[in-house]
């Protein structure tokens, strides 16, 4: 079973941040939260991790709490195209094994 | 893109049948997994190869198999099809190698997969 909690949906006006919340409240200490998004039918795309630090990349930046129990990604100016299931997964990142849960629908509405 | 890609795109077989996928992973990646994503469900791991073994395997039966070819090209094979095998199938490569923490898996378009 998937270790995190995510609102199933979510929408955003074109423009505007859009801040996804991930609870992960059973949280190892060797687990990095990792973020993807699957545009409809295609595979998932990644988006960013982290383990301790808030990151930032030219994607989004992903804030994690100080006992990282739960995380917010954060798409600073959402456009039509960042429609899509947004997952956050936890993982040791050192095996193959990604749980996906059902994520979070983001709609971008103009 | 991600410079990983899988053949066919579609694919069509009747239960009992066999079937191959295909999946290229990115140039120099040596690792590479497998999901199954059902309609409106989020991937499920099938299993990962590491240098052509098997390195970690999803709760899936024996007859969901795969390959890693020298040049990290990869197969999974589904024998005696199953209707609940209808699917989109995905695979993922990495650079590192299993065991560094914090890697990052690279998904391929995935390849949809319907059994009459």
């Known amino acids: 079973d998937a270790k995190t909690t995510q609102p199933p949906s979510m929408d955003c006006a074109e423009g505007r941040a859009a801040n996804l919340p991930c609870n992960h409240s059973?949280?190892?200490?060797?687990?990095?939260v990792y973020w993807y998004r699957q545009i409809h039918s295609q595979g998932p795309q990644y988006i960013i991790h982290?383990?301790?630090n808030n990151e930032t990349n030219e994607m989004a930046s992903l804030i994690i709490t100080e006992d990282r129990k739960s995380s917010t990604l954060i798409l600073p100016h959402a456009t039509l195209r960042d429609t899509a299931v947004y997952y956050c997964i936890v993982s040791p990142g050192n095996t193959g094994k990604l749980i996906f849960g059902q994520g979070t629908t983001l709609q971008v509405k103009p | 893109e991600t410079g990983v890609t899988q053949s066919p795109t579609h694919l069509i077989k009747t239960r009992g049948q066999q079937v191959t996928l295909r999946c290229s992973s990115q140039s120099g990646h040596n690792t590479v997994s497998w999901y199954q994503q059902a309609l409106g469900q989020g991937p499920q791991f099938i299993f990962q190869y590491y240098r052509e073994e098997e390195n970690g395997r999803g709760n899936f039966p024996p007859r969901f198999s795969g390959l890693q070819f020298p040049n990290y090209s990869s197969e999974l094979n589904v024998n005696a099809l199953e209707l609940d095998d209808s699917a989109l199938y995905l695979c993922?490569?990495?650079?590192?190698?299993?065991?560094?923490?914090?890697?990052?898996?690279?998904f391929g378009p995935g390849t949809r997969l319907t059994v009459l």
């Open positions: 059973t949280i190892s200490g060797n687990e990095y």
């Open positions: 982290g383990l301790k």
């Open positions: 993922a490569s990495s650079l590192d190698s299993s065991g560094v923490p914090g890697y990052t898996q690279y």
